[in-house]
């Protein structure tokens, strides 16, 4: 990278990424727990993709019942620290409060759980759900992110014996690498694991499938496989220049912040990042809070058709990152490294026939951005190469692997998935759901229901 932003000294970064929403003391959670209505048909609780029993726990919490209030949690969602914290609760549950129609401020929900579990962690993780007894049988989970723990807790509790398999050296997938520090530190992450390693489940780190261990090896060893691989790297930009210093994927570079080692992650003084997701939004506010002077967002289409959330739209404009919509990257400019990009500006065309209006070029409104880094952020392609080398599965037009939506069952009997490996990438609670769901598909597959 050829201009490189400064170090900020240490206390400065500790303060860009501090937490976006800081925790309840014990008497704000319990006055915003004896807020809540307690509606008997909870709304809430039906937007949860987990189906929490939102009204129950927060009712344990008013009567101060709070092990209580984090086993009616776990009970649907083991992963419920990181969806406390980085769920989209102001599209999901609190966004079904039934004080949003009252012109009232919605029950802040995620905080509630944050709360419940967080106590849960601090008093040691006592014991609160009896395991079955012991089946004789093994499943083997490929994946340690948020499907794959859901998964190998809930058949742990069942009785199974359970192995994952994770290919990085820090297990947690995206919960450890891929959520901005500000939403979720990899600590908080890392008891999710703890929580899943104590009911018995190991996992074994640094198994790379399909090179450590071959799939048909795994079958071979276990009654069952649940895959929960999640998705792979940003697709290529196929611009010219894509090749220089400077260029980077925008989980590759999130996965550097999420080490906390900020001063040694390096950042341009003028960033460039290209997409308008959520992912996008991360690594441009990522960006600035490590000290780039400007950080430019380019997207092709209008701020109406961007897939970012508003309340990260809203954290982006705060942060001071300057959106360029109606965008297109032409190419990147430089010798060595990256020096600018060239951009020409976009109309929107008719829609097509699922709606989406295509964007059109406007002849001679090219100009060049001068910039120092280039971030990838238009989406994660699925690991078709692995799925489509795994015997008798299904993969979709979109590289999505094919499961009974019942009992996430592949078309190899043998194998389960769940998570954006069928999904295509969706939220950690939607994966938590799959993996919960697919260990009762795997039970009712061995037990012969």
Not at 159 to 179: A, K
Not at 256 to 270: P, S
Not at 347 to 358: H, Y
């Amino acid at each position: 990278m050829k201009n490189i932003a400064p170090q900020l000294p240490a206390e400065q970064y500790e303060k860009n990424f501090a937490e976006l929403h800081p925790p309840f003391t014990y008497n704000s959670a319990l006055i915003e727990a004896n807020r809540c209505l307690y509606c008997y048909d909870s709304p809430c609780m039906k937007a949860c993709p987990t189906h929490i029993d939102i009204s129950t726990f927060i009712k344990k919490i008013a009567s101060e019942n709070l092990l209580g209030s984090a086993k009616t949690i776990l009970q649907s969602n083991w992963v419920a620290l990181t969806c406390a914290k980085a769920c989209p609760v102001k599209v999901l549950c609190e966004g079904a409060c039934v004080y949003n129609n009252k012109d009232e401020k919605p029950i802040e929900i995620g905080r509630l759980q944050r709360f419940a579990i967080d106590n849960y962690f601090a008093k040691g993780m006592p014991p609160l759900f009896r395991k079955a007894k012991k089946k004789g049988k093994t499943i083997g989970i490929v994946g340690s992110g948020p499907a794959g723990l859901a998964c190998g807790a809930e058949l742990a509790i069942l009785g199974y014996d359970v192995t994952i398999y994770e290919s990085s050296d820090i297990p947690g997938g995206l919960n450890t690498w891929g959520i901005a520090p500000y939403k979720l530190r990899r600590e908080d992450s890392l008891k999710e694991v703890e929580l899943v390693k104590s009911f018995g489940v190991e996992i074994k780190t640094g198994v790379m499938i399909g090179k450590t261990i071959q799939v048909d090896e795994l079958l071979k060893k276990h009654d069952a496989v649940f895959l929960g691989v999640g998705l792979g790297e940003s697709p290529q930009l196929s611009l010219p220049g894509e090749e220089l210093s400077g260029v980077i994927g925008a989980l590759e570079f999130i996965e550097k912040v999420k080490t906390e080692n900020w001063k040694n992650v390096q950042v341009g003084k003028k960033v460039a990042v290209i997409g308008a997701g959520n992912t996008s939004i991360d690594a441009a506010t990522e960006s600035k809070r490590l000290g780039a002077e400007q950080v430019f967002i380019l997207y092709r289409r209008s701020n109406i058709e961007m897939s970012a959330y508003d309340f990260e739209y809203d954290l982006a404009k705060k942060d001071g990152i300057v959106f360029h919509f109606l965008t297109s990257p032409k190419k990147i400019i430089g010798d060595k490294f990256v020096e600018g990009i060239e951009c020409i500006k976009m109309k929107l065309g008719e829609p097509d026939i699922k709606g989406k209006r295509k964007p059109v070029p406007i002849t001679g409104s090219e100009f060049i951005l001068p910039v120092d880094m280039v971030i990838k952020a238009i989406g994660q392609e699925t690991k078709s190469n692995f799925l489509n080398s795994i015997s008798g599965l299904t993969i979709d037009d979109e590289g999505c692997v094919v499961v009974d939506q019942e009992s996430y069952q592949t078309t190899n009997p043998k194998i389960f998935a769940g998570g954006d490996c069928i999904n295509g990438g969706k939220e950690v609670v939607n994966a938590a759901h799959d993996g919960k769901r697919a260990a009762h598909g795997i039970d009712k597959y061995l037990t012969n229901k």
